[in-house]
């Protein structure tokens, strides 16, 4: 009766650590699917089915039909993110399910990528490194390979949580001279320690001259990154986004850095992700795309690890989890 209380099921392989704490965990039958890729949908729904918990990734989609193959006993679903737009919230809040997730312990490691993907981008270090392989690099140019620099500019920050807050207080020692900030609302704490200031989404288009987007993924926020948004944007503008994918639309990016609208972008999202390679966003030189690998320190992805399985364990046990989602 007690290993049908605490049996659960792990969609993906994740850092040993984690997997540690569920094993060791008196009473916790483990399932797990053993591999670096997805789990196939048939697979999936034909494992959770009885289990009373669920540890899971921000690429597995948890919609009716898995909620419905797990049945009335699943009590927990851990998520090893701290995003949760592949969740089908409605349906697990009425259904009663805990959620866990993984908020503060990535918060360093993706403001560390945010900003050497905007450092990528503005000074163009993919394309200047390819140009030393392919004999690109014959002399010193005064204006070849020339990029945008962080001193004296405007940076612009969409969403300023945890992760915003964090990339500002990197990019402020670059000499950065006006931080501005938009959102569900002015935070004034939190904006303080930068002096940034709150504006609407359309001044911060026109005044940045760096965009960082951070923000969640919800209904406000998808495609706002748009055709509109970037006609507003500065030519020597770079836009870096390591939010959501779809917090962009993809076509309109496209053709502002195909047409000279803005000047660069990075991004570490994409949607869908992986990215086709056959892509145009892929065939632009001033376009930097990386596969998702903000949190990608082996630190902190233990730390993600670990956080939700005692998330995972703690809701089956009726505990206070470390990080509950409040639904």
């Not at 490194?129 to 690109?136: L, M, P, R």
């Not at 609407?200 to 026109?206: D, G, V, W």
């Not at 992700?273 to 630190?299: M, Q």
Request: charged fraction near 20%.
């Amino acid at each position: 009766a007690l290993g049908a209380a605490m049996s659960v099921f792990v969609t993906r392989r994740i850092p040993a650590e984690g997997l540690r704490v569920l094993s060791q965990a008196s009473g916790c039958r483990v399932q797990q699917w053993d591999s670096e890729e997805p789990v196939p949908r048939a697979e999936l729904l034909s494992r959770v089915a009885g289990t009373r918990g669920l540890l899971y990734l921000l690429s597995d989609r948890i919609d009716r039909e898995v909620l419905d193959a797990a049945g009335p006993g699943l009590k927990v679903i851990s998520t090893m993110s701290v995003g949760f737009d592949h969740l089908a919230l409605d349906e697990i809040k009425k259904r009663g399910i805990r959620v866990g997730y993984t908020p503060d312990v990535l918060t360093d490691a993706t403001a560390e990528l945010s900003v050497a993907l905007l450092l990528s981008a503005c000074r163009r270090l993919p394309e200047a490194a390819e140009q030393v392989k392919s004999g690109g690099w014959t002399t010193w140019k005064p204006l070849w390979m020339c990029g945008y620099g962080l001193s004296d500019s405007t940076v612009g920050i969409i969403g300023l949580g945890r992760i915003g807050q964090a990339v500002a207080r990197r990019l402020k020692p670059f000499g950065v001279k006006k931080f501005l900030y938009t959102g569900s609302g002015p935070k004034p704490e939190s904006a303080a320690e930068f002096g940034a200031e709150f504006v609407p989404l359309a001044r911060l288009a026109e005044e940045s001259d760096f965009v960082v987007v951070t923000c969640a993924l919800t209904p406000a926020t998808q495609g706002m990154c748009n055709k509109d948004f970037f006609s507003r944007m500065k030519k020597t503008s770079v836009f870096v986004n390591t939010s959501r994918g779809a917090v962009v639309n993809q076509e309109d990016l496209y053709n502002a850095l195909s047409q000279g609208q803005i000047a660069a972008a990075g991004l570490d999202v994409t949607t869908p992700e992986p990215l086709p390679t056959d892509h145009p966003l892929l065939s632009l030189k001033n376009c930097v795309i990386l596969p998702h690998i903000g949190s990608a320190t082996y630190a902190t992805r233990s730390t993600m690890a670990v956080l939700a399985a005692k998330n995972l364990l703690a809701g089956l046990r009726g505990e206070p989890m470390p990080h509950e989602l409040k639904l």
